[in-house]
């Protein structure tokens, strides 16, 4: 599986943006997928996860109520909208796909990685 992430930039405190993650495989509908992020000086962090039919999805608290994951297994994407951005939210945000996902909110729980697109959040 090949990722490719998009939908990154600049935006105000308050502001939204929506990242989209596309997949190539047609295998893409048996992995649960997730997003991370990682800001400068910082571990890489789970931010939202999603099954393979997207009926359970998963995110950290930091993010719970502003941030939305959903997957489009027909069109092989998976997008993140993420709504009332603060500045703490400035990384850069991975997609990753997960062969035997159970949830997790670890890194090691996933076999392949996007190559992370920018979100910065001015205050």
């Known amino acids: 599986v090949q990722l490719q992430a998009s939908g990154g930039g600049l935006v105000q405190a308050g502001g939204s943006l929506r990242l989209s993650c596309a997949a190539s495989?047609?295998?893409?509908?048996?992995?649960?997928m997730g997003w991370f992020r990682q800001a400068p000086g910082k571990e890489r962090e789970f931010v939202a996860s999603?099954?393979?039919?997207?009926?359970?999805?998963y995110y950290a608290d930091s993010v719970k109520g502003r941030f939305t994951i959903s997957r489009d297994n027909a069109k092989n994407t998976v997008h993140l909208q993420m709504n009332s951005l603060k500045p703490e939210d400035t990384a850069v945000y991975y997609c990753?796909?997960?062969?035997?996902?159970?949830?997790?909110?670890?890194?090691?729980?996933?076999?392949?990685w996007g190559q992370g697109t920018q979100v910065t959040v001015s205050s």
């Open positions: 990753a796909a997960a062969r035997s996902y159970s949830g997790s909110d670890s890194v090691g729980e996933y076999d392949y």
């Open positions: 495989g047609r295998t893409f509908r048996s992995y649960g």
């Open positions: 999603i099954n393979w039919s997207g009926s359970n999805t």
